[in-house]
């Protein structure tokens, strides 16, 4: 199933649509990238697999988990998913393997190729959608239906119960950061799927990879203008809570810094978070430890950029 979206030809059309993006309006003329979604694909078989299918996929599962240990390497993330891809060919229906997939795709993309090769994040991101969509269709073949029809994410995600919310975080995070790199079309074609998706992931499992859904609002109330619903303090709320539950998980600074500090035009805010970031200690959260190791660079960069974003 192909997803297709509009594109954008003018400066004019992208301040519209900016607009629209925030106040939920339609209407946007051109075209657009697209990208091949999962809902539709044939689901894997039921048969029982022989003890030595079983043993070889629970063999590549370890060979995957292994070379995830090494993320902070991107050819140890991409060996990582050659492994779980294998073991995934072996039984489709193992839905924590594909979540582990969409997580380390989003990872490549946003952890490393940001800064070494940004004409593959798109693909990257493409394909950790995927991931993240074979893992809800193998828990819900009645979710995918309903999203293959184009029924709207809102009603469809009332029916999945908490063991969904790692795919549907990791489908929003991939499929929100793919959208951006698009266009403001593509933003405005999935804005309510992302939305809905994450308020799920909020209802059933606030705390699901450290805070990650406070941390989505925080952003989500920051970026919007007041006029079309944002809101600064429930902003300021939504981060604050996704730091007292995971204070050293330092993706939260680097987005308090970039989207709140800035929006308040509040420098010694920016600097106070990015130097936390910058000067604090990777493993205080050793879980996170490579994630951690990512955000310092992002920290340090934007440090960089502060007398551009502050007058």
């Known amino acids: 199933m192909k997803v297709t979206t509009t594109g954008l030809a003018s400066n004019a059309a992208r301040r519209a649509i900016a607009v629209a993006i925030v106040l939920g309006l339609g209407g ?59 073991a995934t060919e072996l039984d489709g229906n193992d839905h924590q393997t594909w979540v582990k997939i969409a997580r380390a795709y989003y990872f490549l993309s946003d952890g490393h190729l940001r800064f070494s090769d940004e004409s593959q994040m798109m693909e990257t991101y493409q394909r950790g959608i995927r991931a993240a969509e074979r893992a809800l269709r193998a828990l819900s073949p009645e979710f995918a239906q309903a999203m293959a029809a184009g029924q709207p994410a809102e009603g469809a995600v009332a029916n999945l119960q908490a063991n969904a919310v790692p795919a549907l975080y990791w489908r929003a995070t991939n499929l929100g950061k793919w959208a951006r790199l698009d266009s403001f079309a593509t933003v405005l074609s999935f804005k309510d799927e992302i939305r809905a998706m994450m308020t799920r992931c909020m209802e059933l499992d606030r705390g699901f990879f450290f805070a990650g859904p406070d941390r989505y609002f925080g952003a989500f109330f920051a970026i919007a203008p007041t006029y079309a619903g944002g809101d600064l303090a429930l902003s300021r709320q939504h981060f604050d809570e996704s730091l007292r539950q995971f204070p050293n998980y330092f993706g939260t600074h680097v987005l308090y810094a970039e989207e709140l500090a800035v929006k308040l035009q509040d420098r010694a805010m920016y600097i106070e978070h990015l130097n936390l970031v910058i000067n604090g200690d990777p493993e205080s959260l050793p879980e996170a430890a490579p994630e951690n190791r990512v955000e310092q660079r992002k920290a340090r960069a934007a440090l960089e950029r502060v007398d551009e974003l502050f007058e």
């Open 28 to 86: 946007i003329p051109g075209c657009g990238g697209s990208y091949e979604s999962a809902w539709d694909e044939p689901t894997g078989t039921d048969r029982p697999q022989s003890a030595e299918a079983v043993s070889q996929r629970e063999q590549l599962i370890a060979q995957g988990d292994e070379a995830w240990q090494g993320r902070d390497d991107p050819d140890r993330i991409r060996a990582a998913i050659a492994a779980w891809e294998q």
